[in-house]
Nanobody, 121 residues
Framework: QVQLVESGGGLVQAGGSLKLSCAAS????????MGWFRRTPGKEREDVAR????????SYSTSVKGRFTISRDNAKNSVYLQMNSLKPEDTAVYYC??????????????WGQGTQVTVSS
């Protein structure tokens, strides 16, 4: 059973930066595609960024492209989300997820508990 634990959320002013981390255990991390998703109350869960098993393929939602960067360190069983130029509309609970496949497209099987990111204006 894969377990994912997010950290790094918090309160930041608009224009600031945060880096989220997600530590994985209980599976073969280097064979999983990973993703970051977010949810705000009353809205559908939003796809933020995805990265394939070896880090060579990434994708971003239009709303974060150019501001956020997803990366991974397979030696540390971790995936990261560097968030720059944060906007109030980035406020959400951010979730890390793992897909039991090397490619980034398709459903994600394992989810973390989420970490709150709040951006003040």
């Amino acid at each position: 059973q894969v377990q994912l634990v997010e950290s790094g959320g918090g309160l930041v002013q608009a224009g600031g930066s945060l880096k989220l981390s997600c530590a994985a255990s209980g599976g073969t991390f280097s064979t999983y595609a990973m993703g970051w998703f977010r949810r705000t109350p009353g809205k559908e869960r939003e796809d933020v960024a995805r990265i394939n098993y070896n880090g060579l393929t990434t994708s971003y939602s239009t709303s974060v492209k150019g501001r956020f960067t997803i990366s991974r360190d397979n030696a540390k069983n971790s995936v990261y989300l560097q968030m720059n130029s944060l906007k109030p509309e980035d406020t959400a609970v951010y979730y890390c997820a793992a897909r039991s496949s090397r490619g980034i497209f398709g459903g994600y099987d394992h989810w973390g508990q989420g970490t709150q990111v709040t951006v003040s204006s």
